[in-house]
T-cell receptor
Framework: KQEVTQIPAALSVPEGENLVLNCSFTDSAIYNLQWFRQDPGKGLTSLLLIQSSQREQTSGRLNASLDKSSGRSTLYIAASQPGDSATYLCAVFHDDDRGSTLGRLYFGRGTQLTVWP | NAGVTQTPKFQVLKTGQSMTLQCAQDMNHEYMSWYRQDPGMGLRLIHYSVGAGITDQGEVPNGYNVSRSTTEDFPLRLLSAAPSQTSVYFC???????????FGQGTRLTVV
């Protein structure tokens, strides 16, 4: 069974720092990987989708990398701001050896980020 | 753009009651799914659908039913609510397999 782990579970940094959030998965046979942001009491907002054939994907101050062979992805946030405070979730599309993911996602437990002024 | 809409946002049920959580999307997405989010557990898949008339079980399907009569709607039914079903429920949709998934705002359910 696919297991997704996110380290650290919580992170508190001052404004302006560059930071890295880590995601690892036990079965490297994934299709794509998606990063989400979740604000308290809210739904999930999609940040980036990395296709299995890609190694990096960028959106503004966010850069996500994917290394399938080592079962790892990182989310890099440049010049962090208090508005970046949220929980960041990593999820992988995995097929459970069925030959097709059928759109199913496996989630990590998230990294709770606090950026203070 | 409405995206994925879930209703209600909050609900309190008594043990044994039944109810339906509604989910609708206006993006013509074929793939839809339901997840529950519990503290310290992450999101877990309950049921999913790959198109109208086609549904299947996810990781934690017990106590829940789904149907998909239209592309737009994917309701989740709790047959006889139990305190263990206290959770936040999220509906998601995507255009095709392995494409970007979009989530609703969630339904916070408490079973007493």
């Amino acid at each position: 069974k696919q297991e997704v782990t996110q380290i650290p579970a919580a992170l508190s940094v001052p404004e302006g720092e560059n930071l890295v959030l880590n995601c690892s998965f036990t079965d490297s046979a994934i299709y794509n990987l998606q990063w989400f942001r979740q604000d308290p009491g809210k739904g999930l907002t999609s940040l980036l989708l990395i296709q299995s054939s890609q190694r990096e994907q960028t959106s503004g101050r966010l850069n996500a990398s994917l290394d399938k062979s080592s079962g790892r992805s990182t989310l890099y946030i440049a010049a962090s701001q208090p508005g970046d405070s949220a929980t960041y979730l990593c999820a992988v599309f995995h097929d459970d050896d069925r030959g097709s993911t059928l759109g199913r996602l496996y989630f990590g437990r998230g990294t709770q980020l606090t950026v203070w002024p | 753009n409405a995206g994925v809409t879930q209703t209600p946002k909050f609900q309190v049920l008594k043990t044994g009651q039944s109810m339906t959580l509604q989910c609708a999307q206006d993006m013509n997405h074929e793939y839809m799914s339901w997840y529950r989010q519990d503290p310290g557990m992450g999101l877990r898949l309950i049921h999913y659908s790959v198109g109208a008339g086609i549904t299947d079980q996810g990781e934690v399907p017990n106590g829940y039913n789904v149907s998909r009569s239209t592309t737009e709607d994917f309701p989740l039914r709790l047959l006889s609510a139990a305190p263990s079903q206290t959770s936040v429920y999220f509906c998601a949709s995507s255009y095709a397999e392995n494409t970007e998934a979009f989530f609703g705002q969630g339904t916070r359910l408490t079973v007493v």
